[in-house]
């Protein structure tokens, strides 16, 4: 018989550590941290519930109101153990066998992250949590059964609101986020002043990901043509290809049609034959360190090959976390390489998958963070 599962979004703390502000309500990107969530909860197809406990929030047509069931003996809020305690009373109510839980300050959350955390799920399984890179088990990212409901009411019956305490006395597997596919991108909790100012008030950058011939190169052409931001940063491109078939691959000012000074970074046949570290040490870092304040930043392509490059590297990570925006291209490849990962899950980044299919959507999406960067940039 199969299992009948549901989700909940966790919004029922005070935002102490924020300065008293409801998370939920927070804006990022247009949308509110709540919209973003239940967009993609409402992706997976399940019955979804909304916990609540200080705020009164609005609840989204088709989802279910969970207020606490349990407070401190003083009325204080318990935290997201009360909350997932009560979600799962009413979850077993509905007939539902489990729960997945999102808090409501992670609004980088991604739906397909339930389904890789749903293959771990067994007979015998109580809950189930992903352990980030760090260390640190996400329990309020997890999957809790309704069998935890007893000890969990107990538990916060005698003011213990720590979920782990609970979670090492059941049937509890942790995975680790790298074994599970899930990009940590989606464990960022926004839940203090300084994280918001760092990642949500300023400029949104576009990433754009796709094959080889999916048109990265043309969408980034289309949208730096529609701005009148000056045009800083890089371009790559292979300028020769020898009788031999080996393709020489090289960098230039993302300002410049003029290819004259380009640099050669590399060789290329199939496979990476060689790499001129030291022309993305001096070009590449120069390039993206010569920028202005009403500048764009154009990366196209970030890739592997210059992987070695450390400074190189380093910049580029460092460019997105600055406030002038970035249109970049990332190689998409199945080889797992850190550096383009921490570029992926980066979390002032909005990451476009590109395919034959979709370029207009991908267009169109591209298009709404541009204007953003203009409204930000007016509103200081």
């Known amino acids: ?135 640190h088990i996400q329990t309020v990212f997890g ?80 949208l730096i043509s529609e701005t009148d931001r000056r045009i800083c940063g890089y371009r790559t491109k292979i300028l020769k290809t020898d009788a031999e078939g080996y393709r020489h691959v090289y960098m230039y000012p993302a300002d410049k049609s003029d290819t004259t000074a380009a640099q050669e970074i590399g060789i290329t046949r199939r496979r990476i034959i060689s790499v001129n570290d030291e022309v993305f040490e001096d070009l590449g870092v120069k390039l993206l360190s010569d920028v202005c304040d009403d500048g764009v930043i154009v990366m196209d392509e970030i890739g592997y090959m210059e992987t070695g490059a450390e400074c190189f590297c380093r910049k580029v990570i460092e460019t997105f976390d600055r406030d002038i925006p970035v249109i970049a291209a990332i190689k998409d490849t199945e080889k797992e390489y850190r550096y383009l990962q921490l570029i992926k899950e980066h979390p002032k980044i909005q990451l476009l998958r590109l395919n034959e299919d979709n370029r207009e959507e991908v267009y169109q999406t591209a298009r709404r963070i541009m204007e953003t960067w203009e409204d930000r940039g007016k509103s200081r």
């Open 1 to 135: 018989m199969s299992k009948k599962y549901g989700c909940v979004l966790l919004a029922g703390g005070k935002g102490s550590r924020m300065g008293g502000t409801n998370k939920a309500e927070l804006i990022i990107n247009g949308q509110t941290f709540a919209g973003m969530i239940e967009a993609e909860l409402d992706q997976t197809g399940m019955p979804c519930y909304m916990s609540q406990g200080a705020y009164d929030q609005e609840i989204p047509e088709g989802w279910t109101k969970v207020t606490d069931l349990y407070q401190g003996s003083d009325g204080q809020y318990l935290g997201p153990a009360a909350g997932i305690c009560s979600s799962l009373v009413q979850a077993e109510k509905d007939g539902l066998d489990g729960i997945f839980c999102v808090p409501c300050d992670a609004p980088f959350f991604e739906a397909g992250m339930i389904g890789k955390l749903q293959q771990f799920i067994t007979e015998d399984t109580d809950a189930v949590c992903i352990r980030t890179s760090g260390g």
């Open 143 to 222: 999957w809790y059964s309704v069998h935890c409901i007893g000890l969990m009411v107990k538990a916060l019956q005698n003011g213990n609101r720590k979920l782990i305490s609970v979670l090492e006395q059941l049937s509890f597997r942790v995975i680790d986020a790298a074994d599970a596919g899930i990009s940590e991108r989606c464990f960022t909790n926004i839940n203090r002043r300084e994280d918001y100012e760092k990642y949500c008030k300023g400029r949104l950058h576009i990433v754009i990901e796709g094959k080889k011939g999916a048109g990265k190169t043309t969408l980034i052409d289309r």
